[in-house]
T-cell receptor, first 111, second 115 residues
Framework: GAGVSQSPSNKVTEKGKDVELRCDPI?????LYWYRQSLGQGLEFLIY????????KSGLPSDRFSAERTGGSVSTLTIQRTQQEDSAVYLC?????????FGDGTRLSIL | AQSVAQPEDQVNVAEGNPLTVKCTYS??????LFWYVQYPNRGLQFLLK??????LVKGSYGFEAEFNKSQTSFHLKKPSALVSDSALYFC?????????????FGAGTQVVVTP
């Protein structure tokens, strides 16, 4: 069955470039979350979308980070002017009833 | 505010021996507690959760966890570890009053099971 799909699975880019990470949630899941897992650290909440409500952006670390969710389905996390400290695994999760299903993540490496 | 502490960066255990991964939490409302496992290059997989009811929760792959309200702990246990249990384990909590709330994760504990 289809789970949460994230693309690309790996992304290597130069410092200062913009990157876009994509998340396809499970069909019918109204909630979508982005988390970040940095090397040697735990999981850090970034942002979540719930239906048509305004997203909770309280976890975004800086204004270089933004996310949108089009049509209540696919979400894109954008990082502008990437820095080396942005290197991490970015995990997306979706939920219908509170239980979260995670994607395999995008491993982002900033050179 | 909510927080989770996993005091051990790594747990080493021989195959066949019992495995315990520790977790303590802090949350203002009722705690909803979760354990996730992450294998290399994979996303998180759900193991088990405590919402209400029995303090001993049984989950996937033979794992269980015991909710202890007085000690604010939710330690993960397995009676007999397998080499294939070697992975990164995350404990997470959210406030039960917020159905869609964000999870607060611990830093993770690397479990290494040796043959």
């Amino acid at each position: 069955g289809a789970g949460v799909s994230q693309s690309p699975s790996n992304k290597v880019t130069e410092k200062g470039k913009d990157v876009e990470l994509r998340c396809d949630p499970i069909s019918g899941h109204t909630a979508l979350y982005w988390y970040r897992q940095s090397l040697g650290q735990g999981l850090e909440f970034l942002i979540y979308f719930q239906g048509n409500s305004a997203p909770d952006k309280s976890g975004l670390p800086s204004d270089r980070f933004s996310a949108e969710r089009t049509g209540g389905s696919v979400s894109t996390l954008t990082i502008q002017r990437t820095q080396q400290e942005d290197s991490a695994v970015y995990l997306c999760a979706s939920s219908r009833d509170g239980g979260k299903h995670f994607g395999d993540g995008t491993r982002l490496s900033i050179l | 505010a909510q927080s989770v502490a996993q005091p051990e960066d790594q747990v080493n255990v021989a195959e066949g021996n019992p495995l315990t991964v520790k977790c303590t939490y802090s949350v203002s409302g009722n705690p909803y507690l979760f354990w996730y496992v992450q294998y290399p290059n994979r996303g998180l997989q759900f193991l088990l959760k405590y919402i209400t009811g029995d303090n001993l929760v049984k989950g996937s792959y033979g794992f269980e966890a015991e909710f202890n309200k007085s000690q604010t702990s939710f330690h993960l246990k397995k009676p007999s570890a397998l080499v294939s249990d070697s992975a990164l384990y995350f404990c997470a909590v959210r406030d039960g009053s917020d159905s869609w709330g964000k999870l607060q994760f611990g830093a993770g504990t690397q479990v290494v099971v040796t043959p």
